[in-house]
Nanobody
Framework: QVQLVESGGGLVQPGGSQELSCEAS????????MGWYRQAPGKERELVAA???????NYSDFVQGRFTISRSRAYMSVYLQMNSLQPDETAVYSC?????????WGQGTQVTVSS
């Protein structure tokens, strides 16, 4: 019913930057929350950033000041700009969308931070 497709992952040098994209099959005005999560090897999935109705944004402490979540003018895409990436932030990054009790997930995109 709702498709989310992430892109932009890949190999990044320590201290480098990368921008991830999440393209939705319907406008994101239908959702209460759009978010980015990540799951590193051997760890549980954790929230990275979220954007709520009205444009309110929330960031986890470990990315505050380094990551930025934003959306396209057409309300079809959500982006995550990541700066000063560290090796321990290597993970699969996934996009999520919530509408009331419903939750949708993309397939994820691998981000590897390594020299």
């Amino acid at each position: 019913q709702v498709q989310l497709v992430e892109s932009g992952g890949g190999l990044v040098q320590p201290g480098g930057s990368q921008e991830l994209s999440c393209e939705a099959s319907r406008d994101i005005l239908s959702f209460n929350v759009m978010g980015w999560y990540r799951q590193a090897p051997g760890k549980e999935r954790e929230l990275v950033a979220a954007m709520y109705t009205g444009g309110v944004k929330n960031y986890s402490d470990f990315v505050q000041g380094r990551f930025t979540i934003s959306r396209s003018r057409a309300y079809m895409s959500v982006y995550l700009q990541m700066n000063s990436l560290q090796p321990d932030e290597t993970a699969v990054y996934s996009c999520s969308a919530r509408a009331g009790p419903r939750e949708y997930w993309g397939q994820g995109t691998q981000v590897t931070v390594s020299s």
